[in-house]
């Protein structure tokens, strides 16, 4: 564990949040990054841990079918935590192009954003079409990645994919925000009430802010994948 350190907000005393930033294909990263957080448990107990999985787990990298895989499997620990996995935008853009099977323009737009590579790990091509995609998908695989999660709250903190929209309330927020926004939040100095726990927007180490925290350290550009260690106003980074 690296970097202990006074954290932008708090969560409630026995709690741990584990919040794991985007993983785009790199399995081995992420099933090195599972025993990590199980090997922290094991050493450091806590009464209630929870591990948030960020999104982007598909695209880019070498085996998104093995990352989903990963997800779904038991926990490498002896006593699991609880599991929260969020949407990314290339979830999004992998269900959408999979139901919009008359749409060849969807299909498209998932492609050349790492679709591609994705299909391939599933032994698929992209030169099939769409509903050949979703004929070929495992189910379970499918039914993991539509049912997949926007938003998590936990103590001062909010964990979403990519941000929130400065100045509209939680509940107001849109969907295309919290799946894609960049500038509009990244860059805000308006106040908050909560500060933000997100991937997206890759960087060439973990960033702190006042109103966020981004922990995409671009895993699938060479970078390292990373998780942010919440407890009390503390905040420590794992690195794989």
């Not at 960020?54 to 002896?78: F, N, T």
């Not at 969807?106 to 299909?119: D, M």
Request: glycine share 10%; net charge negative; with cysteine.
């Amino acid at each position: 564990m690296i970097n202990q350190q006074l954290a932008p907000s708090y969560l409630p005393p026995g709690k741990r949040v584990y919040a794991i930033g985007d993983v785009h294909g790199c399995v081995e990263k992420l099933q090195d990054m599972h025993h990590l957080i199980a090997a922290d448990l094991r050493s450091r107990p806590v009464a209630h841990a929870t591990v948030v999985h960020l999104g982007d787990y598909i695209d880019r990298g070498p085996d998104s079918a093995g990352v989903v895989e990963e997800l779904i499997a038991p926990w490498p620990g002896d006593t699991p935590p609880r599991i929260v996995d969020l949407m990314g935008n290339h979830e999004e853009m992998m269900v959408t192009a999979l139901a919009a099977q008359d749409d060849p323009r969807v299909a498209e737009h998932w492609l050349q954003n790492g679709g591609g590579a994705s299909l391939h790990s599933w032994g698929l091509s992209h030169r099939d079409s769409p509903r050949a995609w979703w004929l070929g998908l495992p189910p379970r695989h499918l039914g993991y990645l539509r049912g997949l999660g926007l938003m998590h709250r936990a103590g001062g903190y909010v964990f979403v994919h990519a941000g929130i929209r400065p100045g509209v309330p939680l509940e107001r927020q849109r969907i295309d925000d919290l799946l894609w926004i960049r500038d509009p939040f990244l860059n805000s100095t308006a106040p908050s009430d909560v500060v933000v726990v997100h991937g997206h927007t890759p960087s060439d180490a973990p960033q702190i802010r006042p109103h966020r925290i981004n922990v995409d350290t671009g895993a699938v550009l060479g970078g390292a994948l990373t998780c942010v260690v919440l407890e009390a106003d503390r905040l420590a980074f794992l690195q794989t």
